[in-house]
């Protein structure tokens, strides 16, 4: 059973970093991508990074408003997948999932919520001003 559980969130002031982290059952299999999406309340859920591993190179993807401030990376030895977001700004204030799915195709990005099979709790990070 393929499980994910987000952790991290919190309140910070705005310039703080936070680490989120994903603890996922499947991370050790051969082609996985993961993904980092956040909702802010009344908004759609957005994408905010990708990464995609198998035998081969890793594929990393993220939205322009998380280029240059947040970096996707994982530890296959600990099951986990972290989002370190630096620089945060108040319009970073969302619910943050974690989503995972088995295998990849190198041409996408995976970037829209319906590309991924496994979701996360949510962990929420608020930016004060």
């Known amino acids: 059973q393929v499980q994910l559980g987000e952790s991290g969130g919190g309140l910070v002031q705005a310039g703080d970093s936070l680490r989120l982290s994903c603890a996922a059952s499947?991370?050790?299999?051969?082609?996985?991508?993961m993904g980092w999406f956040r909702q802010a309340p009344g908004k759609d859920r957005d994408f905010v990074a990708s990464i995609t591993w198998s035998s081969g190179p890793t594929y990393i993807y993220y939205a322009d408003s998380a280029k240059g401030r947040f970096t996707i990376s994982r530890d296959n030895a600990k099951n986990t997948v972290f989002l370190q977001m630096n620089s945060l700004k108040p319009e970073d204030t969302a619910v943050y999932y974690c989503?995972?799915?088995?295998?990849?195709?190198?041409?996408?990005?995976?970037?829209?919520?319906?590309?991924?099979?496994?979701w996360g709790q949510g962990t929420q990070v608020t930016v004060s001003a």
């Open positions: 499947f991370l050790t299999f051969s082609s996985v991508t």
């Open positions: 989503a995972g799915r088995f295998g990849f195709d190198s041409g996408s990005r995976y970037s829209t919520a319906s590309a991924y099979d496994y």
